[in-house]
């Protein structure tokens, strides 16, 4: 018969790795000898078992509020774990893992999509939990969006997404072929519904129009926000306005359109008419590999090498500025900064926990 561990104790067990040298003492001399095993064993729920050992007097009200706090952490834990302090581009930076939402017990990101910054607040695409979550600056889950269950012919799955200046949220649900559209309390407006021989991955938006591009057809479609297709651009292939699985599209603050054409590795340019403009190529060997992009306030561009694991920096005329996070990003194949470009949120593969670097 397998031997049953109190609560306590595995509350102990639970907590060993999160705790610093200090709480780790603290813990130890609190939890002592003084479990009697065979009432914990009986107390499945946390509160019921602080309180038995409150009112047998195991342990004092302070030890108890501590405890309680610890418990707290397990329950609702910051899931951010600094991995290392390092310098880059003359800046203190400091990389960090955020291994599951928080807010929910024992939900972790399962199966993640796009994310970006919205006012400072990472949107995230848990695909594997049919939602998305807004995390505010200290990585709480603020609000969730979905799964609105039964609403759909299948599972909602976002796999990107992108918000308005109005607080419209626009989830790219490729499994339903189609957006859906939220306002600020989650509630569906509107509903976009895209061709069913598309392959679509990634959703911005540029003035009051949608951006969708196609990995299947290796194009970017271009609709209103009312959901109206204007027009498209690509198709395979190696000319200006050709792309070979064209992932990722970001957009400056001149209305300037950036597509990472994967295939061709190099990020094309394109005005807002889908006009070819100019494209970002090697850049003197510092670009091998054209996967995530994002664009911070300044109009910088951060592309995202996932065979050299790496973030590329330029500066708003496509100028190479530095590599950043070379060798700490994984395959950095999803991207987001923030305007102040103070924040890089970078994921790879297994799609289950984001790398946040801030400085």
């Not at 007097?57 to 707290?72: C, P, Q, S, V, Y």
């Not at 960090?96 to 807010?103: E, H, N, P």
Request: aromatic content about 10%; hydrophobic content about 35%; charged content about 25%.
């Amino acid at each position: 018969m397998e031997s049953q561990i109190s609560p306590l104790r595995q509350l102990y067990f639970d907590l060993n790795k999160k705790l610093d040298d200090e709480d780790h003492k603290q813990l130890k001399i609190l939890v002592g000898d003084k479990i009697d095993k065979r009432q914990c064993q009986k107390l499945e729920c946390p509160s019921d078992l602080f309180k038995a050992l409150e009112e047998g007097g195991f342990i004092a009200r302070d030890n108890l509020k501590l405890l309680k706090e610890l418990f707290h952490a397990i329950q609702k834990p910051a899931l951010v774990d600094v991995v290392v302090e390092y310098e880059a581009q003359n800046c203190q930076w400091s990389m960090r893992i955020l291994k599951a939402q928080v807010g929910q017990p024992g939900k972790e990101f399962k199966l993640l999509g796009d994310y970006v910054f919205h006012k400072e607040k990472l949107v995230v695409c848990n695909r594997g939990h049919n939602i998305a979550q807004v995390l505010d600056e200290g990585y709480s889950c603020e609000k969730e969006f979905g799964p609105f269950s039964g609403q759909f012919a299948k599972p909602f799955k976002p796999r990107s997404v992108a918000v308005s200046s109005d607080n419209l949220y626009f989830f790219l649900d490729n499994e339903n072929f189609q957006i859906v559209i939220c306002d600020n309390n989650g509630k569906i407006v509107k509903i976009i519904t895209l061709p069913r021989d598309v392959d679509p991955f990634c959703v911005v938006l540029v003035k009051r129009f949608v951006l969708v591009t196609d990995i299947r057809g290796h194009r970017v479609l271009k609709y209103t926000q009312d959901g109206e297709y204007i027009a498209e651009v690509g198709g395979r292939g190696h000319g200006q306005k050709e792309f070979i699985t064209p992932y990722f599209v970001a957009v400056n603050s001149k209305d300037v359109i950036m597509v990472t054409d994967y295939g061709n590795r190099c990020v094309k340019c394109f005005d807002i008419e889908c006009n070819y403009l100019y494209e970002y190529s090697h850049l003197g060997g510092e670009l091998y590999s054209v996967c995530s992009i994002a664009v911070d306030g300044n109009d910088n561009v951060y592309i995202g090498d996932d065979v050299n694991c790496k973030v590329v920096k330029l500066s708003s005329d496509g100028k190479w500025i530095c590599n950043l996070f070379e060798g700490e990003l994984g395959s950095p194949f999803y991207l987001a900064v923030t305007a102040a470009g103070d924040r890089i949120v970078s994921m790879g593969t297994p799609k289950t926990k984001l790398r946040v670097f801030t400085k």
